[in-house]
Nanobody, 126 residues
């Protein structure tokens, strides 16, 4: 069983930065595809960024390309999302998710992630 715990959300002004963390526990960490997703009330959940833990390959939604960076620390089994130049449209609950890499696409538009964290709120004010 994979468990995910997010931290690092908060409130910032537009143009600011935040870094989210997601601590993972469970077997075969290097076999995961992991990602960050966000959802604002009244909107559909949106994939933000994903990463193959084993290879380090990363994928980003067009809306965050060049502003957000997904990374991971294998020794700590922790996933990160560095968010720079934040905009009010980035506001939402951010969720960490994981699945085993052989369970299909690891791109942000994938809808079949198996494991989810409880979420951390990000609020960007103008």
């Amino acid at each position: 069983q994979v468990q995910l715990v997010e931290s690092g959300g908060g409130s910032v002004q537009a143009g600011g930065s935040l870094r989210l963390s997601c601590a993972a526990s469970g077997p075969s960490y290097n076999s995961y595809c992991m990602g960050w997703f966000r959802q604002d009330p009244g909107k559909e959940r949106e994939g933000v960024a994903t990463i193959y833990i084993g290879s380090g390959s990363t994928f980003y939604a067009d809306s965050v390309l060049g502003r957000f960076t997904i990374s991971q620390d294998g020794a700590k089994k922790t996933l990160y999302l560095q968010m720079n130049h934040l905009k009010p449209d980035d506001t939402g609950m951010y969720y960490c998710a994981a699945k085993y890499w052989y369970r299909g696409s690891c791109r942000p538009d994938s809808t079949d992630f198996s494991y989810w964290g409880q979420g951390t709120q990000v609020t960007v004010s103008s």
